[in-house]
Structure formats: structure tokens, C-alpha cells
């Protein structure tokens, strides 16, 4: 049976959804290696070994793997990828049970934040696990939370959404809302780690839940002051007893639905990856923080007309994304690229790449490659190339790369 998965990765929890399944797997994101030979032991059973001194812990592993950091166990020295693969290896032999790794047929891992390097990283880790080529993805909160609450009921997100999600150390706010108009809908997700976070342990005592209450209901009151909401969801660890939130749900139950579902993130990356495997074609333009809110292009002269040739569409993921494109120079050293938000409060920008040092040659003599790469949500690096012009000029190894903040 094939499987489609979304693993919500996490420094305090870990939570792994099944396409189509609707219980979810939740564990610590903590690894244990048994000092006398290479075995892994994760989750609570990694804390059980490292108390009774026969193993040695490692927690927080997404922190670790940001900063590429590293582990030693005995006289072995383990990379952050390694530990976070062998990590993944143990969680998901967890949560398919009976079934096996070689039923994955796609796995999208989703992170709290997209950052290239972490996303770097994280891709080799998943890739570490032997699943085929081209099998996975990795994504954001955000982008997993489009995913999960488009299938829903329109009437839950006819007006603003808004997402709390408490865990172990992290608050976080996000928001969700359908820009309907002419042409494609626009849906656009955007979050917040709120400064009012604490940690999940003042909850095991009466003055810390209220405290803990206030704090939250005050925070939903500065959030959603003045705007109308068609629903709340609530997610996390800290939510999976609400009792002792009592100012907070007062307000936030207002004239609107609340819902607190376990794994939202998780289910969304997984909602995603079985709908990227079915081919199911987005006909939304989605914005949030692993696709790009603008559109890169530039003004070109094709057959005699002026075209604009669009480098990267607004809405793609970034991550990854390449563009290539070959043209001719006419009495110009450089290229203008213009970047059109999405947003129409922000305004169109251009910024020039130049050619470099080329050699010397007639007017429109001089044939170039582009190589568009996205480096990030507001960066790009370009990269020109000499081709030289038929048998006339022969190509050099001039080059020239350039990046580009936006």
C-alpha cells in the first residue's frame, strides 16, 4: 500500500501523519545511542535509557541541525544530518507499525520556519532514509497550513482564520485569508512566534494556569482587535487540555467556531504530498513563506515585439527553483530585472545584473546564457555566461554572478 506522509519536525515534539488516517503519531524529538553499541533508542524511550545512565542523549535536534552542529557518543562523532535520519528512521518504523519504510511513496517534512540552510539540510537528512528520488519535499508551517484547511468546509475561512499554536517553549500566531477577486483566488498564510511565550510546565500549577490564561487572552486580543474571523484553530501541546484557558476561550469563542485538532501540521504536509502525487493542479495562487510574493521577470524584444519573460512566477516555491533563459544584448551591459509584488501596497522594483567583463565585439554579436537561481523568499543569484556568437566568435569562459535582495 502506497503511503503519502507529512512529518511536522520540531525541537521539543515530533508529529507524523498518515494521508487518509486520522489518528496521528506524536513523540519528543530526543535520540538516545546505547553507549556499548550503535543502537538507537527516540522518544520517551530515549529518556528512559538516558536515565538509567546505559545511553547517551541528544535533544533539540532541529537546533542542531540548523547550526550544523555535532554529537559524540563513545569514540564516535555523529553530524546533525545523521542524527536527525537516524532520528526519522525510528519515528516512522513508529507510526506505520506493521508497514514499512518501502511503502512511502512521498514524504513532505515540514519545519517551523523556512531557512535555506536549514531546509538544506533537512533534505539530506530525509534523503539519507533511501526514499526514491524526487519522493519528498520539504516545507514550512505556513505552507502545511494552507494545505490543511482548504479541503475544509468554505464556511470556516469565508473571513480570516486564526491559528494558536502552544508547545513546549514556542506561542505562535498565524493567519489565513482567501483574496477573492478577478481572476486566480489568492490564499496567503503568515505566522508569528509571539514574545509572550512560556513554557508549558507553569500549567501544573494554579497560579501559573492563570497567569498562563491571561497572557494568552491578552495576546488574542491585541491579534485580533477590529477584524472578523470565521474560525480559530487551536494546536500544540499546550492546547490539548484547554481548561485552564477559561479568559482566553471567553473571548476567542465569540460569534465564531473554535477547533482544536491535534497534528494540524503534519496533516496539512501530508494532505499536500498525496495531492502532489495525485497531480492535482493548485488553481490558487498561494503565498506564505516558502513561495515567492513576487513576480521576477524582464522586458525582452522577440521577433520584432516587446515581451516581458516572466524568470519566476509569483506563488512558486522557492526552494530549489532555477530558470534559464539565453538572449542577445543589443548596446547594453547589463540586464534589468523587475520584481511586481503580489501585494499591491508594495511597490515594483528593478534591480541590474551586469554582464561583466566581455569580450569586445559588434553590436549584437554576443550571445549570453541566464541562470536564475532562488536563494531564498527575497533573494536570487544570477549568473551570465559568454556563448559567443555562432562560428564567428567563439564562446569564452567569461561569467559573472550576481545577487540580488529584494
Given at each position: ?18 494521508a ?17 553499541k550503535?543502537?538507537w533508542?527516540?522518544g520517551?524511550e ?7 545512565g546505559k ?13 550544523d ?6 569514540d564516535?562523532?555523529?553530524?546533525s ?9 525510528f519515528?516512522?518504523k513508529e ?22 540552510e536549514?531546509?538544506?539540510?533537512a533534505?539530506e537528512?530525509?534523503?539519507a ?5 524526487g ?5 514550512s ?9 482548504l479541503?475544509?468546509?468554505k ?14 517553549e ?5 493567519e489565513f485569508?482567501?483574496?477573492r477577486?478577478?481572476g486566480r483566488?489568492t ?32 495576546c ?20 490539548s ?12 469563542c ?7 485538532e491535534?497534528g ?13 502525487l ?36 509569483a ?17 547594453q551591459?547589463h ?14 522594483v528593478?534591480?541590474?545584473a551586469g ?5 569586445e ?15 531564498g523568499p ?13 562560428d ?14 529584494f
Amino acid at each position: 500500500m502506497a503511503l503519502r506522509i507529512g512529518v511536522d519536525l520540531c525541537d521539543d515534539y515530533t508529529v507524523i501523519s498518515v494521508a487518509g488516517e486520522d489518528e496521528v503519531t506524536s513523540m519528543p524529538t530526543v535520540i538516545c545511542r546505547d553507549k556499548k553499541k550503535e543502537y538507537w533508542h527516540i522518544g520517551e524511550e530515549a529518556y528512559r535509557m538516558a536515565l538509567s545512565g546505559k545511553g547517551v542523549l541528544t535533544d533539540k535536534l532541529v537546533s542542531l541541525l540548523k547550526k550544523d552542529g555535532r554529537s559524540t557518543v563513545g569514540d564516535r562523532t555523529y553530524s546533525s544530518v545523521e542524527l536527525c535520519t537516524e532520528f526519522l528512521r525510528f519515528a516512522l518504523k513508529e507510526a506505520l507499525g506493521d508497514r514499512e519504510l518501502q511503502d512511502i511513496e512521498g514524504l513532505c517534512l515540514v519545519l517551523h520556519k523556512a531557512d535555506p540552510e536549514l531546509m538544506d539540510r533537512a533534505s539530506e537528512a530525509v534523503a539519507a532514509l533511501g526514499l526514491p528520488e524526487g519522493s519528498f519535499r520539504i516545507s514550512s508551517h505556513e505552507e502545511a497550513l494552507i494545505h490543511y484547511i482548504l479541503p475544509k468546509e468554505k464556511e470556516l475561512y469565508n473571513n480570516l482564520v486564526a491559528v494558536f499554536d502552544l508547545s513546549e517553549e514556542v506561542f505562535s500566531y498565524y493567519e489565513f485569508r482567501v483574496i477573492r477577486g478577478v481572476g486566480r483566488q489568492t490564499v496567503m498564510c503568515s505566522g508569528t512566534d509571539l514574545e509572550e511565550a512560556f513554557h508549558i510546565d507553569v500549567l501544573k500549577t494554579d497560579s501559573g494556569r492563570k497567569l498562563a490564561d491571561h497572557i494568552i487572552a491578552e495576546c488574542a486580543r491585541k491579534l485580533m482587535d477590529r477584524k472578523i474571523y470565521s474560525s480559530v484553530f487551536l494546536t500544540g501541546k499546550g492546547f490539548s487540555d484547554t481548561e485552564w484557558a477559561e479568559e482566553f476561550k471567553e473571548f476567542i469563542c465569540k460569534r465564531r467556531r473554535v477547533i482544536f485538532e491535534e497534528g494540524i501540521f503534519a496533516r496539512g504536509a501530508a494532505i499536500y504530498m498525496d495531492e502532489l502525487l495525485r497531480g492535482v493542479q493548485e488553481d490558487r495562487l498561494v503565498i506564505c513563506d516558502t513561495r515567492l510574493s513576487a513576480e521576477i521577470g524582464m522586458e525582452v524584444s522577440a521577433e520584432g515585439r516587446q515581451s516581458r519573460l516572466i524568470l519566476a512566477p509569483a506563488g512558486i516555491c522557492w526552494y530549489g527553483y532555477k530558470a534559464h533563459a539565453e538572449f542577445i544584448p543589443d548596446r547594453q551591459d547589463h540586464a534589468d530585472i523587475d520584481i511586481v509584488p503580489v501585494d499591491r501596497h508594495r511597490s515594483r522594483v528593478t534591480r541590474s545584473a551586469g554582464f561583466g567583463e566581455l569580450p569586445e565585439r559588434p553590436d549584437r554579436c554576443t550571445r549570453l546564457s541566464m541562470d536564475l537561481s532562488l536563494k531564498g523568499p527575497d533573494q536570487m543569484e544570477i549568473c551570465f555566461k559568454d556563448m559567443g556568437f555562432g562560428d564567428f566568435f567563439p564562446a569564452t569562459e567569461a561569467e559573472t554572478v550576481t545577487e540580488i535582495d529584494f
